[in-house]
């Protein structure tokens, strides 16, 4: 196909400048200028295009609704053709006459509909352009504009109705605001780092700004871009202003001085969660959620670094996840409290042993989160190698890593080993074991005490353990609980090999010993700690009923809850078998008739903080080697059928106090896991 001469050039050219006063940008960037027009309502997108080509031949990607109507090259047409293709991207061809600088080309169409059904970070590389006057998001990978190069600088114009308005990652370098809503707003950006795409949002914002004072590179400029009735809730935009200036400082100090001139807080039509260089785009009804701005806000925010700072080499994995949660998501909870973190590092945990094996994936294999195990991975298990490599060198050297890093790579793509050089030299040795076992291997080490004895010599106490894990075996420094009668001491241990012996000299004959008890090493737990909860019961494959109730009613309704919840019917026991066999069981009945059961069976009475409450308590009991029981107990028959809904989808909690359908109150139970009893030796 020919494609026509276009008039002559009518944006100037901006001449890329190469020393800029950060980033190591060099003066072969190709760079690429966009005059862009949207008009949301119509759909309709045209933009003309200047790019300075690092080579004569230039091979680019356009969506299929979008087509080149002309092109020149320093005001001379030349031929643009469209390679034959499939797909909603199509590769288009062109070939510069020698000497030429810039090409210029113009281009246009109809873009596709908002469309609420692409709701989910999961599907970003497969969205397409949409538009509509609720909002319109063009993501860089379903080529908007002819992208010149993997890595490139930009300045992008964008126009569009005098009540809309619209946004690119980078510096705003002009705007210009139509005084009634007549007319079209219109803002210049500049981004003069290399980047990696470009990202275009327009929607019905109101728009708020604060600036954050800086030391060096001058005032962040800190805005809201929401819908009305968003501005509208009080004290909403204000709070995400000042919270992201205070995420700004936080990070600021702990890494390096933010990289960017801004950061915008953008509201999405569709619930979704990005962080862009410069902005995050999340879903209206998300930002409205209260815990938000106390998480993923500076989640988001901390990928101005990592990310949008520092580019993720995804063909060796992705790292920038896992060391975004641990510095955002789980310093959050360290913040709250140790027991908070212990939390998120047993979900961790938990979500991994619950991931079928087979289906884990090494660390290093991670590029982005796909599906539940992945993601268990690529966030849980990197966050977790990060928890483990500040304990291993220490807070101060995995500080001075963390800058090193980020010195070094800032606005460069880099890689897990990377990362290992800047922990290595931080840590004044290698860590090139640690960083293997942890990214290379998929799964965890499987770590069990299987002997300890302890012996009295001469006032000393002498503790011997034998420590056997699977092969190969993990190199692990381990911290082990010592349980004195009357105290509990932690120290650690190194371990290497598929059998350890360790001796430990303590200063009394310890009852029992507990490796690892506050979950600080990725590994396979045991079922002892792994907190009971549902869904053991519900993924059971030899489920168990047992009815405490004597009314045919209830027993029906028991019966029909039971069925509902486990994945295959379970089999009938009476309440003698609460205490025979090992497959999970099931107790169901009236609260009297319940507790009738429990005291028979000698079971733990009624938990206190679940008793009276609601019209039904549901709480999961386990004890040693008997079986494990989880019980339903309600006020009449209709509170049990009440359940039938909600119940299945508590799988993840180990208690619940429900008003009618209605979860009033959950839980997970503390597992604390076994204690290993020490014998003595003569
Ligand atoms: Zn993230």
Known sequence: MRVGLGPQTLLAFVVFLAVLASGPVRAATPSLDLDVELDPG?????????????????????????????????????????????????AW?????????????????????????????????????????????????????????????????????????????????SEVLPPDGSGRYRASFDFSHPATGIDLMAGPWVIREKFMPRANGGPVRVRTYFPQELDAVAGLADGYLDDTRRYLELYGGQIGAYPFTEFSVVASPLPTGFGMPTLTYMGAEVLKLPFIRATSLGHEV??????????????????????????????????????????????????????????????????????????????GKAAMLFVMLRDAIGEDAFGRGIRTFWDQHRFQTASWSDLQAAFDKAAGRSLATFFDQWLNRPGGPLVKVVDANAKAEGGKVRLTLTVEQAVPAYALRLPLEIVFSDRSETRSIDIGRQRDVITVDVDAIPDGVRLDPDLRVWRVLDAEELPPILRRWVISRAPRLAQASGEGDVREAAAGLAQRFFEIPPQAVSQDGLNQGTEPILLVGLHADVDASLAHAG???????????????????????????????????????????????????????????RALERGVWPAPGRVIAVQTVR
């Not at 230039?58 to 047409?77: C, I, M, N, Q, Y």
């Open 42 to 90: 119509t759909r309709t997108f045209r933009a003309v295009a200047l790019i300075a080509p690092a080579a004569r031949e230039l091979r680019f990607d356009l969506h299929e609704s979008l087509r080149v109507t002309a092109a020149s090259a320093d005001g001379k047409p030349v031929r643009v053709v469209p390679a034959r293709g499939e797909g909603p991207v199509r």
């Open 93 to 173: 061809h062109v070939q510069l006459p020698a000497g030429a600088a810039r090409l210029r080309l113009e281009y246009g169409g109809t873009l596709p509909a908002l469309d609420r059904s692409l709701d989910d970070r999961r599907v970003l590389r497969a969205l397409p352009p949409m538009a509509s006057n609720e909002g319109s998001f063009l993501p860089a990978p379903c080529a908007w504009y002819p992208q010149p190069a993997p890595l490139f600088t930009y300045r992008v114009t964008v126009s569009v109705p005098g009540d809309q308005r619209a946004l690119v990652p980078g510096r705003l370098q």
């Open 302 to 379: 901390l990928h101005g670094w990592w990310g949008n700072g520092v580019y993720v080499d995804y063909p060796t994995g992705n790292w920038s996840e896992g060391l975004t949660t641990f510095m955002a998501d789980y310093a959050y909870k360290e913040r709250e409290s140790a027991q908070a973190a212990r939390d998120m590092r047993l979900r961790w945990l938990r979500d991994f042993a619950a991931v079928p094996a087979g289906h884990d994936e090494s660390l290093a294999s991670f590029r982005s989160r796909t599906h539940g195990a992945a993601a268990t991975v690529g966030y």
């Open 603 to 661: 079971l733990p009475p009624r938990p206190v903080r679940l008793a009276g409450r609601g019209s039904a308590q549901v709480w999961t009991v386990v004890r040693g080697a008997d079986p494990p029981v989880a019980v339903v107990s309600a006020k009449d028959a209709d509170s049990l059928r009440a359940l039938l809904g909600p119940l299945p989808h508590y799988g993840a909690e180990s208690w619940l106090v429900f008003e009618g359908r």
